[in-house]
């Protein structure tokens, strides 16, 4: 066993009694499909306005179907308040890539430049109360698809714009904005031009049993991407796609009282708090996930132009191989700086295993104000390499494994 003491040029005693705090305030259990008011057949046209026309027309509490083994097409749609939209097995909802259909009135849907957001969402869910998609079904973002008579597709807007450092001003599958309650359950949602979900500002949100898989894309499909939410819960779903797979910010408000728990994480660039945290990311609790084939797994990262207090962040049971960065927390980001110096307090990993040798880094940016993190029960696989300035690391852990040390396939194995 070693001990992280060799790191640290000082101790502090953390309690784990933190991690119950960290978490959803709610008590949340698996959803259940609404009642429907209406049901739709697929007319092998642009379905926009008849869906757009039942989701207008349900009563609250309500939701219109997409009958299976039909494949929609549809351009920009908006769930009202109360509503919901069930897609049911068998059943496609397929965007139309088409940029004037999205355009906010710029003309600049389908480029990039220094901002993006110039795209309307697929999907929105806006200053609703209680909405929610639901159903064993598919929405297809059609990220890969062309959009324009050049031939180009999202995906290749996207990778021009990382190529001249830019913004791409693609669609969201499902944009969520100030918003109470929401659902979703068991969705399917792949091929997403730019993040899968998108929500800020909201509060009392559950992603259950939700499926995310888009393995070819460019590096802007993010799976869940969250700023300035509150009281979240992310269970039972697995996450696929070449981007982030789960992101919690704090750029607009305080994201806090997150669970996310049951996950299978895979072929991604990993999860992420940051970069912007200046409202704040508190009680955050990620346990039973495996991850796997990621660039990062346990990542936090900020600077001091975007920096706040990111405290109260718990990682259990946790299981990762192929992880490149196992555990990445770090102030610092070069050539960024500013006045809002980030803080990281009472960091907790407990049962961590790393089966493959990888970086763990811990970088904060001056003595007075340290990273601090808490280790217990973490194994590593020998050869793993550490990286540790300006933080208080304190706990113990071994390196024992051979760093061919698999994950369980079923994330539902390593929780039982």
Same mark, same amino acid.
């Given at each position: #066993?070693?001990?992280?003491?060799?790191?640290?040029? =000082?101790?502090?005693?953390?309690?784990?009694?933190?991690?119950?705090?960290?978490?959803?305030?709610?008590?949340?259990?698996?959803?259940?499909?609404?009642?429907?008011?209406?049901?739709?057949?697929?007319?092998?046209?642009?379905?926009?306005?008849?869906?757009?026309?039942? *989701?207008?027309?349900?009563?609250?509490?309500?939701?219109?179907?997409?009958?299976?083994?039909?494949?929609?097409? =549809?351009?920009?749609?908006?769930?009202?308040? /109360?509503?919901?939209?069930?897609?049911?097995?068998?059943?496609?909802?397929?965007?139309?890539?088409? @940029?004037?259909?999205?355009?906010?009135?710029?003309?600049?849907?389908?480029?990039?430049?220094?901002?993006?957001?110039?795209?309307?969402?697929?999907?929105?869910?806006?200053?609703?109360? /209680?909405?929610?998609?639901? /159903?064993?079904?598919?929405?297809?973002?059609?990220?890969? =698809?062309?959009?324009?008579?050049?031939?180009?597709?999202?995906?290749?807007?996207?990778?021009?714009?990382?190529?001249?450092?830019?913004?791409?001003?693609?669609?969201?599958?499902?944009?969520?904005?100030?918003?109470?309650?929401?659902?979703?359950?068991?969705?399917?949602?792949?091929?997403?031009? *730019?993040?899968?979900?998108?929500?800020?500002?909201?509060?009392?949100?559950?992603?259950?049993?939700?499926?995310?898989?888009?393995?070819?894309?460019?590096?802007?499909?993010?799976?869940?991407? #969250?700023?300035?939410?509150?009281?979240?819960?992310?269970?039972?779903?697995?996450?696929?796609?070449?981007?982030?797979?789960?992101?919690?910010?704090?750029?607009?408000? @305080?994201?806090?009282?997150?669970?996310?728990?049951?996950?299978?994480?895979?072929?991604?660039?990993? &999860?992420?708090?940051?970069?912007?945290?200046?409202?704040?990311?508190?009680?955050?609790?990620?346990?039973?996930?495996?991850?796997?084939?990621? &660039?990062?797994?346990?990542?936090?990262? &900020?600077?001091?132009?975007?920096?706040?207090?990111?405290?109260?962040?718990?990682?259990?049971?946790?299981?990762?191989?192929?992880?490149?960065?196992?555990?990445?927390?770090?102030?610092?980001?070069?050539?960024?700086?500013?006045?809002?110096?980030?803080?990281?307090?009472?960091?907790?990993?407990?049962?961590?295993?790393?089966?493959?040798?990888?970086?763990?880094?811990?970088?904060?940016?001056?003595?007075?104000?340290?990273?601090?993190?808490?280790?217990?029960?973490?194994?590593?696989?020998?050869?793993?390499?550490?990286?540790?300035?300006?933080?208080?690391?304190?706990?113990?852990?071994?390196?024992?494994?051979?760093?061919?040390?698999?994950?369980?396939?079923?994330?539902?194995?390593?929780?039982?």
């Amino acid at each position: #066993m070693q001990k992280l003491k060799v790191f640290s040029a =000082a101790f502090v005693v953390f309690s784990l009694l933190h991690i119950g705090a960290a978490k959803d305030l709610r008590t949340v259990t698996e959803p259940k499909n609404p009642e429907i008011c209406t049901s739709l057949n697929a007319t092998s046209d642009d379905d926009t306005q008849t869906i757009q026309k039942a *989701l207008d027309s349900c009563t609250k509490g309500q939701a219109v179907a997409l009958l299976s083994n039909s494949t929609f097409y =549809a351009g920009p749609l908006t769930i009202p308040s /109360g509503v919901s939209l069930l897609v049911e097995e068998h059943a496609i909802l397929r965007a139309i890539p088409n @940029p004037k259909l999205y355009d906010k009135g710029a003309n600049k849907c389908g480029t990039y430049d220094d901002y993006g957001g110039e795209c309307k969402a697929f999907i929105s869910i806006l200053k609703a109360n /209680g909405s929610g998609i639901y /159903g064993k079904g598919t929405i297809d973002g059609q990220g890969g =698809a062309y959009i324009n008579s050049q031939n180009v597709t999202w995906w290749e807007v996207s990778s021009a714009a990382r190529q001249h450092d830019k913004v791409p001003n693609n669609p969201p599958i499902i944009q969520i904005n100030n918003s109470v309650d929401i659902t979703l359950y068991q969705i399917v949602l792949r091929n997403a031009p *730019l993040d899968h979900i998108n929500s800020r500002k909201t509060t009392g949100l559950t992603v259950w049993k939700v499926t995310i898989y888009t393995p070819k894309a460019s590096s802007s499909t993010d799976g869940i991407d #969250m700023d300035g939410n509150q009281n979240v819960t992310i269970a039972h779903t697995k996450i696929t796609t070449t981007s982030y797979t789960i992101v919690i910010r704090a750029s607009e408000a @305080p994201s806090r009282h997150i669970s996310a728990y049951n996950l299978h994480l895979n072929r991604a660039y990993g &999860t992420a708090i940051g970069t912007n945290t200046k409202h704040g990311v508190s009680n955050v609790n990620f346990s039973n996930i495996t991850m796997t084939i990621l &660039t990062y797994g346990i990542n936090i990262v &900020t600077n001091s132009l975007n920096g706040g207090l990111v405290a109260n962040i718990s990682y259990n049971n946790i299981c990762m191989y192929r992880v490149r960065h196992p555990v990445h927390l770090d102030m610092f980001s070069p050539n960024i700086t500013g006045n809002l110096k980030p803080q990281f307090m009472n960091i907790f990993l407990n049962k961590v295993q790393v089966g493959n040798s990888g970086d763990f880094v811990f970088h904060g940016i001056e003595k007075s104000n340290p990273i601090e993190v808490e280790l217990h029960n973490t194994r590593v696989s020998k050869g793993s390499s550490w990286s540790v300035k300006n933080a208080i690391v304190t706990g113990d852990w071994k390196d024992d494994l051979n760093g061919r040390t698999h994950c369980p396939h079923n994330v539902n194995n390593l929780l039982e």
